[in-house]
């Protein structure tokens, strides 16, 4: 069976989860008897340098069955390809592909149309297509939560968007609805990495019947197959990820600030992530000040250290400096990769008690939750772990493996036949 | 005879007896152009005795009808404003003014605006509270313009009345605007004369503003959007359009509409498998992106395949773009489509004709870029109306549109009148304009009583199917109309005129209308524009018959039961106007039980 994957961006390029998991996915798709996968990322022109003149469809950097699409004057409110060149290059790269399944793992920096496209050109194909965020439902970049108050989204509809958008009328939103469902009445089958996703896009109107869970999975970068050696005190937290608002380094920086006035001050917080410049203008400016000023503090002080970026090849060291693993997103997230990071490396977690965390996490077996946005809750979280004696233990021997790369392909293996 | 001839015949002297000769016909000759009511019946005849004697001896009715028949030819004078053409460019200068009153009442003009071929703007005002503008010439080196003062758009002007003060409610200010296809001569100034009744004027030098034709088509509405009149807005705006400003605001938008649906650049794209059963219409103004949206939503829908799509673009700037989302959508959608870019914004109308041009089948639907299916078999059962209903009943028919939020945004359309009492020269003028309702306008989608087939007073272009042939026997939608706006009632009274009522047919879309794109000044006084053109226009005709939501004209009967539609909705689901009792004449208009 010849599949192809189509991911928005290539993780090389941009690290993100959507892309990472399809990557994982076609590396054990070329593992797998049988299957001989092709992996079309689209990247956008800020890659100036992988835009050769007149290619609309390169490779990619010459690995095998790796190609880029050149995504031109993309529509980003409709999610539209606007170049009717790149349609003429993506249909006859399917024509020269052939697939016999094409999965979608989004349809950014692509297009909704690219959907149609591809039933149009090949009737008979199977399509399948992971839903890794709400960007269909949501146009608030898909994350569901409300644009005036930063609360969460249970549910869309024409008003509630356009209080969201009050440049936009309801009808506006609406018309985008028909335009994003009469795309995916060519859809065969639909996945989501989280089984409270599926609740959402039914709702939504989405057929129950055509929506399935498949776990994301990943391959263990634990790769000396490190355990977490108890210590006298647990009371190292780490943040790994994104550093922009909806992954809520903002809740963790308040609740660092509330524990500090209240005197405790017997912990470390190490950073490590990337990407501030993408926070809101508010949010930066108030994690730089925090981290300048924490800075300018004497060593035996400090709480909060900064390590930067990292890439996956050093998440072994990142992890090994800390014991406990804090995920304060501020919206639903749609698996949260990091936890089975954490968990690779026998860190027990602390996250926010919503959606993907609160579905993957078990408090008080192999995890802590807190209450979402709210920094007190975080901040008595933290003293907890910090102080009370056999909870680290506890929580470690609760955690289970994550879901492995392997039980990723099988998932969708099964979709794949139809099953 | 007015008051002050008769004041004037009582007190002269008998004159020596004139011969009359055979009446001229009204408005021929010298007096072309120029009214009786323009005409000073009172100093002509101060001037001429002789006039008078013969007036008494009932030769002439009126001095107008002596100096038209004679006294232009003898070279009699008349005091004031010369007697030449009003509201019309005139090459040369024809008559000029004799020993004027020398002005000594306050006024300005603010700007003249001329554009090549096209017309003159004046804008200003004059302190006439007591002394009524007679008319305003603009001299040019090789032309002249006399705005007649009657036909002047009179508005309020705080400003003027700060300077005046006093305390006295009058329109001081004034604009006029003649269409003046002829208009060739750009000298850089102009003479401006103003002339009051009493034979007093004012001339003033000014600068002369040079604009394009639609820069100037725009300010004049925009102006006239923007004017300020004692009174109801809607009422006094009409009035003052209806004075003359309406009919060469016309006649100089027809000139532009002309000249741009005159030279349209056509591209078809997809391949038609077989002749098409309709041609669906759309005309886009700002937005391409909806051309994508609509091949998105009616592709792969049952019957679809009969049907062939046709784009008008009134926004000439995105071209190009329109161009590749139809190339891009045809790859995509798979729908046969031909998309028309016109040089400019021909307005609503004149674009669906212009499409209609470009069509391939017998059947148009006129339909707006925000009208979606809500019934995904609705064009199946569009092409089914066609081949099962008596041909009455779809020659030209509309559909059940509905808002977003699922409530009915239109069941047909009905008239009302708006009236409103005009105040000018002192006296009360009542003033009657059209305005157009939607049945069921907001009511649940389960009132079906507002969508039960049936013939209606018009249906809306939003959604429009009408046959070719008779569409074209109608002259299309007329093109008189502003930007857009009534060429769809328009056309459906042109098709009852004729015979043929307009149905409203059960097939079920969106109309995704929200409130629209931000409304220029100029769009706001095309409204007014048409507004009063369409009232001119059938005012008459809806009066008789067809006011309100249960007209009583014959032809909006409902056919007997078994030879046209479907009469199985009881009398509980005959429509009803929302808050009112239904009366008799009522439910005989808009039901029949069976």
Redesign the interface.
Known sequence: MKVLLISVFHPELVRGGAQQVCYELFEGLKQTPGIEPILLAAIDPSHTALYKSGARITGFDGREGEFLFLSREY?YW?H?????RM??AY?EFLKIVQPDLIHFHHFLLLGF?LI??TR?VLPNVRIVFTLHEFLSICAADGQMLRKYDHSLCTRSS??RCHQCFPDR????F??RE??VK??FDVVDMFTTPSRFMIEHFVQWGLDRARITHVTDGQRDYNFRHETAAPRRQHNRFGFFGQMVDNKGLWVIVEAVRQLRSEGFTDFILEINGDNLRYASEARRKEIEEFLAAEEQRPLDERIVFFKGSYDMEQLPQRMARVDWCIVASVWWETFALVISEAWMFHRPVIASNIGAMKERISHDVDGLLFAASDARSLAETIRRAATEKGLWEKLVKGIKPPPTRQAMVDGFLEVYHGQ | MSDEVARILGQTKPAPSLKPAPLLPQGTGGLEGFDEADFNEAGYLRRNPDVIEALRRGEFKTGYQHYAQYGIREGRTVPGAPVERRDALIATISGGSEEPDPGDFRCAVDTVIVAHRAGVMVIGWADDASTAIDCVRVISRAWHLVFRGASLVRVRRQDVEAALGGNVTHPFGFFGFVHAPDLVDMADGCTVEIWLKNDSMVSLQQPMHRVGEIELRNLVLGYLAGADFFGNQQIEGAAAVDRGLGRHVVAFNRAITSRITGAPYVERFGTLHRQPRGSIVVCLYGKSEFLAVQNCLFADRPGIEDYEFIYVLNSPELGEKLLREARASTMTYGLPQTVVVLPGNAGFGAANNAGVVASRSSRILNVNPDVFPRDPRWAARHTALLDERPAEETRLFGAALYYDDGSLMHGGMYFEMDTGISLRGGDFHPERVVRTEHYGKGAPAWAEQFVRPRPVPAVTGAFMSSDRAWYETLGGFNEDYVFGHYEDADLCLKSLQRGTPSWLQDLRLWHLEGKGSTRQPQHEGGSLVNRWLFSSLWGETIMDGLLGPAPTHPALAMPPVGTAASTETPAAEQPAQTGSKRSRRQRRAVGKTP
């Open positions: 529509d409709w539209k390809c606007s170049d009717p349609i003429e249909v149309d149609a496209v149009r024409p008003v009328g309801p009808e506006q609406f018309m028909l335009w009469r795309h």
